[in-house]
Structures are given as structure tokens and as C-alpha cells.
């Protein structure tokens, strides 16, 4: 694990350095830490990372500019803010988890525990999906999304209008985050639930998806069983 | 407020046209035909029938207070009704005795005996005439005076004949109408004071209350001569006076008007108004009439031009004051003189009354606004300490120093009760003493430090501990340089405040020794701290103070003026 801490109060940066150092112990390959948000940017850019912790205060600066920045990239994002208030936006932006300040061990390790999926994110909210596009962050939202492809570590956003856009985030990150609204229907396509017509069953037990679209997308067979459930 | 206002005035021209209708509109009972002077004296002379055909129509003087006679024939043109009397009410210069067809039927003072004498007799006068005299046709008024103190005055008589009763009635109906007028313009004129009393700032409401009250003492010395005895001597004196009166209200009202519109070059335009006035009231000697109709044209022209002028700028509340000086146009034309001049005068004091109630309202939102704000500001000051990015990023640290060492965590808890204390102490204040803010920055870094773990530093320099500043202003500086700021290669951010005073101003320089921010967060200063700091200022000292903030080669500088 590659995992970035942006966070301009030393004590508290160091309490979180401590805590992931003793949840993540051997795993943890590199653990840097950033006050400033302009370093911390480089730091992303230069960087391979999988995991950011961030504040949202930074020296008084928004920290909404790096978090969209953040969120477009392949890493998972856990805030860690004194401000609730920030919680729903940074939700909607499509972050892993937000931990409150103050907060103790428990609690971030709960955050921490999000990122290998052992325990279902609580984020049902994320609206937005940052990417990345000629330089420049997009916000893309959720609502525009019908279905996802996966292409080895990014992803193919299918769109309403027909378009189709690139993420850095692997299926399986978007997948923790887009979990209520989506269903992974099979290793490489995660829909939206309402976005599924019918489910087709032709011979030798290939199923299949109908969108409202009218694509076709294939069902794994050992996520038929769920699909049928849910979406009945 | 504005309605009221409105309504009003109507109600009032009302009331006045109702009160000059009420007096004395019933017909004419007599004609006063050509009068005649002879001097000498001669006790054929009251006689009726008498060939006064040789005697003078006009005498200029009558020398040395020696007696002489005036003869008027009068028509009564209706007998009076059965069981009631004719009165006869004279105005004239001098002491005389009075005949009617002959028969002495009143004596005022001692004529011929004046200069031997004290003054008797009073200058307005009612005798009865009796009823078998008062009989339709021609009768005969004869004067036996001495004109000792004004002998270039004969002649000036003024003749008044109708029901006895209703003569008097008439007179104390008008005086009491008069008196109620004066009375409501002299408490007008006393709540003003008080008001003014209470916020010695406020000119306008000085001014107006001395119009009241000027216009309470004419009214009340023009309308008291019917119940207080005045010697034709004194007549003068009491004229000057009038004047005098309504030369200050000539002056005051316009002078008002322009306070309230105000205009270029009014200094001097009130100089050489007041040259008019004076001039006025000066020349013509005993024109008293001619002197009050130019003082009160002119300052009803000049109080035009200026609410004209307000009404042209849009001003508020012109529109309505230049109503109402029209509107006393109006009431000039339809009455006569001493009616219009009153009923004017109570017009255009309604108008000032309004400007001065809109003010009232104007000072009364501006202080609910500075209400709002102060608590606005308390608040504030209040939330620092609450906001929960010092609560929880502290709490955090706290936590973290408890676990780690839990002597340094006592230390760090006694810190922000410290510093919560301090809060609590200046919460109410608006000034609180530099030393009591300095202690308060003091223990603020204390925490940064226990949070931050950068080695802070406050060095005063010139500082006068008995000083004011509103609370938190160097707090907040002192914050934003702690959240704008990356320490120096020692790890350590030094702050420095700086008190320097000369006659015109007290500056407080603070400034920050940190590493400089990369550019692009620069934009962000202006946040709210500069807004509460700003706030606070304006709160104590009005316009009276600057602050600049701006980046130095060590850092940053804050520079606070606050002007004497």
C-alpha cells in the first residue's frame, strides 16, 4: 500500500501516521506525509498511490479543488475533517469514507477496512464522478451513468447521451462506491439498476441484459442468482 | 409614520379654516364715515349737532401733549335687537375720553395731564354704547384726547361696532383658539429640547424647537394683548419684539431646510440672507406690517428655492415639505394675512416636523442595526472558540498528547481553559485592554503549539498596557498568520506587534516572520476574519481607522491605524 496523508496540523498527522502504520502494518509500502496543498497536488500527479487521506482545511484553503482532483484519480479518498458539515459533499464527490474529527483508532480503521471491501461502505450518496479530460477535472454525474465497463486497471463510463468517458478508477473501486444504485452483473460490466429492461436466457445458460438503451451486456453465471433478486 | 403625516396636515388646515370662519362673519351693523381733528379744547365739541365743516381732515403733529379733538360721524346701518347693546371697540394712540352723540360713555387715561401723570389706559378698548343711542342713522363719535408720547401719531384709530356680547365673546373665542395654537407648538417645542437634550448632535431638532418656541412667544404676545393692559407707550416696544421674533423664525426655518437639503455655498448663502433680514428689520421704522410681510415673504421664497432644490436632487421627504409650502400659498390666497401667516407657519412646522421624523426613524434603523451587529459580533467572537475547526482539530490533538503523555495533555487542557476564560472575560466588551488581548494571543499559541508542534513566539515592542482594542483583533490576525504561514527552517513562526502613537493617530503594526505560502492563497485573506476585524472597528471608531495587510519580505504585515 502506497498511502498519502495531506493534513497541515503535525500532531494530528502524526496520530494518523501512527494508527495506519499499526492497522496496515507489513502491507504498508510507502506513507508520506503533505501540510500543503500545492505540494500535495504534485504529490498526486508524480505519484503512484492507493489510498489518500485528506483534510478538507487546509491553511484556510477549499480543499474541494484537491479532493476532485483526487477523487478522478485510481486511489480511494477518506477524508479526515473537523467540519460534518463537509460530509455530504465530500460523499457526493464520491469518496470512500469521512471520519470526523476527533476520531480514534476504531473508527479510522473502520475507514481503512472500507478499502478492502470487509465492510460495505456507508457512502450511498456519491452523485458525481470526477475524471480526468484534457488536463482538466469533469464532474460527471451519476444520474448521466447507465452502465460501466472494466479495462484492466481504468474503466469505459457508458453514458445516457452515448458517449463513453474514461476513469482512472479500477471496476472494483467504483464498484464500493456506486454499490446502491449499481450492480456488478459480471467481471468486466457494472449496471445501473434501473437502467436493466429485461434479462434474456438463451440456450447453454447464457444469460443476458437488456438495457433501456437497448445494448446487451452479458451476465457472469455466478452473479445471475443476485441480479434475479435484486431486480425483481 | 408617513401616513399619519399626511392625514394630518389636511385635519390642521381644516381646523384653522373652521376657526376663521368662526369669527366675526356676521354682517357689517355700521358705516365709518370721514373723520376730523381740531386741536383746542372744547366741551361743545362732543355735541352732535355741530359744524365741524372747518376742522382739519389730517394734523401731523400736535405739540407739547396738548389736548384735541377728533369728531367721526358713524351711520348705523341696523338698530341692535331688543334688550341687547352695541359695543364700540377702539384702537387708538393716546389718552382720551370718549363721547357718543354727546354723552361721555368712557374715559381711557387722562388727556391734557399725561406728562403730570403715570401712564393710564390701555390701547384696545370696548365701551357699550347705549341702546337708545345706537339707533339706525347717523351718530357722532367724538374723541377728546392727548397723544403725549407719539404726537406725529393722530389719527390712528381703528373702529370696530357690533353686538356688545358677541364683540367680547368673539375676542376670547379667538385668544383661547390662539392660546390652544401656541400651547401645542410650546410642548412640540419642549420635546425637542429633551430630545435634543438627550443627543446634543442632532442640530435639526435643536432648531425646530426654537421655531416652536419662537412661534409659541408671537402667538402668545400678539393674542395676550387681549386680556394684559398695554399703554399706547409701550405699543412699540412690544412691535420690536414681535419682529424680533419673527426675524429669528425667518432665519431659523430656512436655515433648517438648507441643514436638511443641504447644497453648495450655503455658509454663503445664509450670510446674505441674514444681511436681508437685518436690513428689513431695520429700515422703515415704524412699518411694523411692511417689515413682518417682507420677513415672512422672504423666508418662504428662500425656504422654497431649497426645498425646490431638495426636490430636484430627489432628496426624501422634499416632495412632501414643498406640498405643504404650496399648500400655505393656498391658504394665503383664500385668508387674510395674520390668518395665513399663522396657519403657514403651522404648515411649514408640519413639514419640518416630518423631515425630523424621518430622521428620527433613519437614526432609530441605524441604531437597531448596530444592535444586531454588535450582537452579530459577540457571536462571533463567541464562535471562534466553538467553530469546529478549532474545537475538533484541537480535540484531536488532545487526545493524541493524552495518549502519548498525559502530564503534556494536562498542560494542554489548562492551556484552552485558559484561553476559554479569557474568552469569556471579554465576551460583553466592545474595548478591552491590549494587555488582556496580548494574554489572550498568548495563550492561543500555546495550543497551536501543542497542536501544531511549531515553536511560536509574540515579541511586543512600545506597548502602553492601558491602550483599548476591540476584542479578538490581534487574536484574529494572529490566526490567520498561523493558518497562512509555514514555519522557518527552525520551525518556528515569530509574530511581532509594534505600538507606536503620535497626535493623529494610533497604529498597532503586527508582524508575521514565517515562510512564505506559494502563491494562489493569497485571495483568501479577505475571509472572515478580516470581516469580523473590520466590523469591530467600525463598531468602536466609526470611519476613523484603516488597516492594510500585506506581504513582506519576512512575512506578512498588518498595519491598524485608528485616527484621534
Known sequence: ?232 | MKLNLRSLSPLLLIGILMLSTSCGQTPEVFKEQRTVFQIGDNPTWAKKVFNDSNWERRIKRIPEGKIFWSRTRIDILKSPEELRSYGLQIDAYGEYEIFWDGMLIGKNGNPGQESELPPEGELWVTYSIPTHLATEGAHILALRLSNYYFPDHVGYYEIEIADYKDLLTDLLIKTSYMHVFAGAFLIVSIYFLFLFLSNRKEYPTLIFSVCCFLIFALVLLVFSKDYVSIHYRTHVIRLQIINSFLLGISFLIPYYFSMQFPYPRRRLSFILYGVILIFVWLINGHAFNLKTVSMVLSMWSFSFGMVAYGVYKNLRGARIVLATLLLSVVVFLASGFVISMYTGLGLILLGMLYLLALNIKDQRLAYENTLVQSTRLRLELLKKNIQPHFLMNTLTSLMDWVEESPKKGVQFIEALAKEFDLFNKIENETLIPISQEIALCRTHLEIMEYRKEIDYSLEEEGIDPEEKIPPAVLHTLLENGITHSLPLEDNSIKFKLIFESTREYKCYTFLTFAACMEQGTETNVEGTGLKYIKARLTESYGSKWDLTSEQADHGWRNTLKIYS
Open chain 1, 1 to 232: 500500500m502506497n498511502i498519502l496523508i495531506v493534513e497541515d496540523e503535525s500532531r494530528i498527522a502524526k496520530r494518523i501516521e501512527r494508527m495506519t502504520r499499526d492497522l496496515f502494518g507489513n502491507s504498508l509500502q510507502s506513507l508520506t506525509h503533505i501540510n500543503t496543498l500545492n505540494e500535495a497536488l504534485a504529490f498526486i500527479e508524480n505519484n503512484t498511490l492507493d489510498l489518500v487521506l485528506l483534510d478538507l482545511n487546509l491553511n484556510g484553503d477549499d480543499g474541494f479543488d484537491l479532493l476532485s482532483t483526487a477523487v478522478a484519480e485510481s486511489f480511494h479518498t477518506i477524508i479526515i475533517s473537523a467540519n460534518k458539515d463537509q460530509a455530504l459533499a465530500a460523499f457526493e464527490y464520491g469518496v470512500l469514507d469521512f471520519v470526523p474529527k476527533p476520531f480514534n483508532q476504531d473508527r479510522l480503521e473502520q475507514a481503512f477496512n472500507r478499502v478492502f471491501t470487509k465492510e460495505k461502505s456507508e457512502n450511498d450518496q456519491t452523485k458525481l464522478l470526477a475524471i480526468k479530460k484534457r488536463g482538466r477535472i469533469q464532474l460527471i454525474p451519476i444520474a448521466d451513468l447507465r452502465y460501466v465497463k472494466g479495462a484492466g486497471s481504468y474503466t469505459e463510463l457508458y453514458l445516457t447521451d452515448g458517449t463513453t468517458e474514461l476513469h482512472d478508477k479500477s471496476l472494483e473501486k467504483l464498484e464500493q462506491l456506486l454499490l446502491h444504485t449499481f450492480e456488478r452483473i459480471h467481471k468486466s460490466y457494472l449496471v445501473k439498476i434501473d437502467e436493466i429492461k429485461e434479462i434474456k436466457v438463451s440456450s447453454g445458460s447464457k444469460y443476458t441484459v437488456v438495457l433501456k438503451s437497448g445494448d446487451l451486456l452479458p451476465i457472469g453465471r455466478t452473479k445471475y442468482k443476485d441480479l434475479k433478486t435484486k431486480w425483481v
